[in-house]
């Protein structure tokens, strides 16, 4: 008698979903992962920022996440217009031009994370996804825009040159993907402690490869698929009153870990329905985007403080213009130092302006030199960088 062939992808399990995982293997994970969140709420409590350069930090972060969850995909977005989109949507009405698909990300991310006391649908998974394509094409090739795929070929996850591909990842046929998503959306819906116990961040783990596992969509998945994640963690945050919101660059770490995101990924979705190595990889991901924003609290922290050290410096608007660029590159981040001919490029300021401005910097404290002549570079005097090139 010849044996049932094995399953080839987690949907395909007898009792998917009901996936499983061991709280004792996840428990050291599960408590940093929440040991560096409380850090990060800490912070963001007691850093005595301003009001708007705390905003200012959540815009910038906003910017870095957009820019990051589209690179997961290979689309290269501006970041100007993405800086547009988003200044525009805060209200700022003298705000530039941006792109439609670079508004309607910007529309997605903000509706996934200010709108949480509304019930995640298919209508508003449907609307996520057109906003992305406003045009009803993914660069030249017209999809499936604002419903779940209806085509009869697979849905496949694939990689390699045309007669070459390898094939990653085969999601449950279209005609099973409604019923599919019905049962996702009443387990995401569902109150906390009636159809699932669960803690926030393992359901924030699990809803993503719930998600991308059934890849509804053409196209898109992967930023619908993170911006449910980031639902799920905004609704954790507002559950356990943590004053976070819009402070943790997720997909900035999945971003800079994107072959270990895909493999974390792969590996769960060809694997059995025990996804404890899944949900101890998105655990450890989530601390490390708690620790980086951190950092970036730090140097928020560190950038106001310039500033009010500065206060009575008199700078021009050259001299302003340059040092913020200085300051939002970060430590370290301004590659090569910066130059006379760096600074007149950044303000359109002649060769000779450009000297006497950078001098007059140097002399009020705000630069630090290294090197001399026309070797001489200049970086930001700010306490506790270490301003590695």
Partial sequence: ??????????????TWPRCHYDMQLLAAPLAEARQQLGVLAGAAQAIGLARSDLQALRQ?????????????????????????????????????????DVDGLIEVMFDATNNLSVALDADRLCRWQSALFPG??????????????????????????????????CAPDSARVATEMAVFLAWFNAPAGQTHDVDG????????????????????????????????????????QLGVAGLISLSRSLQQQRKAYYDALHQAQTG???????????????????????????QAIQKAQFWSDHSHSNFNERQRKTLQKLLDAGDGGFLGGLSAEKHSKITGAS??????????????????SRGIGKATKYLINVDGWNQSE
């Fill in 60 to 100: 910038d972060i906003l910017v870095q996440e957009a820019i990051a969850t589209a690179a997961i995909e290979g689309q290269q977005l501006d970041a100007a217009q993405v800086r547009s989109s988003v200044m525009r949507k805060l209200g700022f009405n003298d705000a530039g031009n941006s792109a439609r």
């Fill in 136 to 169: 009803g094409t993914s660069g030249i090739q017209r999809i499936q825009v604002g419903q779940f795929r209806s085509f009869a070929e697979p849905m496949q996850i694939i990689s390699g040159r045309a007669g070459k591909e390898v094939v990653h990842f």
């Fill in 351 to 368: 060769k000779a302006t450009a000297t006497r401005d950078l001098a007059d910097l140097l002399q009020k404290g705000a630069l630090i």
């Fill in 1 to 14: 008698m010849k044996s049932a062939q094995a399953p080839l992808y987690l949907w395909q399990h007898a």
């Fill in 201 to 240: 961040l393992i359901r924030a783990a699990i809803a993503h490869l719930w998600f991308e596992t059934i890849h509804p969509f053409e196209d898109g998945n992967g930023r619908i698929g993170r911006a449910i994640v980031d639902m799920a963690l905004a609704q954790d945050q507002q559950a356990h």
């Fill in 272 to 298: 059995d329905l025990n996804i404890t190595s899944w949900v101890s990889w998105f655990l450890k991901l989530f601390a490390t985007a708690c620790q980086s924003s951190q950092q970036g609290i730090r």
